[in-house]
């Protein structure tokens, strides 16, 4: 039987692992890394800065096959983004000044009293069975017993009914240049 956990430093790899999987057809992670080698090697730093400090504060959780992953951060969370400035000049140099402007979107867009959903992957292979509305609802348990807000952005259309499904509503599209339409997503504190 499936079960949802909090992932420890030593499955953080198991995370890293999963979310690669996953976000290999991402439409926004594409977008800022369509070679695939850079995406391998860049997504993987991406993944582990995000996956490190989830991990610090008790926040990322996921299947306990490690098929499926979600990195939380709580309100008021300043994520740390250093570990990562060396990718940033594999950005494709064409779309590099509209990456900006989606980052500079997230940055504005992003309540800060809400609870933050980085990441959420289920491996490619456990795909519609179940996982990620599961990885949700567990996740939204426990920021439900907080009474607090949960919110995210999604480039995936697939996703989209799976969040709405769990309560969150679209509040702002996001879409410059050549890139994926984003979509960042809120859902009120219960």
């Known amino acids: ?44 730093i991406w993944f582990n800065n995000a996956a490190s400090q989830s991990i610090s504060i008790n926040s990322l959780m996921g ?29 494709p140099e064409n779309s590099k000044k509209d990456i900006f402007r989606y980052f ?28 990620g509305s599961l990885i949700l609802k567990k996740s939204l348990e426990k920021i439900d017993r907080l009474h607090q807000s949960a919110y995210l952005e999604s480039s995936n259309p697939r996703n989209m009914t799976l969040y709405e499904r769990h309560g969150f509503e679209t509040i702002k599209k996001i879409q410059f240049g050549e890139g994926p339409p984003m979509h960042t997503m809120y859902r009120e504190a219960r």
């Not at 983004?81 to 594999?90: H, Q, S, V, W």
């Not at 992003?110 to 179940?130: I, M, Q, T």
């Open 63 to 91: 299947t306990n096959d490690h098929s499926g992953v979600a990195i939380w951060f709580p309100p008021n969370y300043t994520v740390e983004f250093d570990a990562i400035e060396e990718t940033l000049n594999d950005l």
């Open 104 to 131: 500079k979107e997230f940055e504005v867009s992003k309540p800060k009293e809400a609870w933050y959903l980085e990441y959420l992957g289920v491996d490619p292979n456990n795909h519609s069975r179940g996982l």
């Open 1 to 44: 039987m499936t079960k949802i956990i909090n992932f420890t430093d030593e499955e953080q790899a198991a995370a890293v692992n999963t979310l690669l999987l996953a976000f290999s057809i991402d439409p926004f992670q594409r977008y800022l890394m369509p070679n695939s080698s850079v995406f391998l090697k860049n997504s993987a």
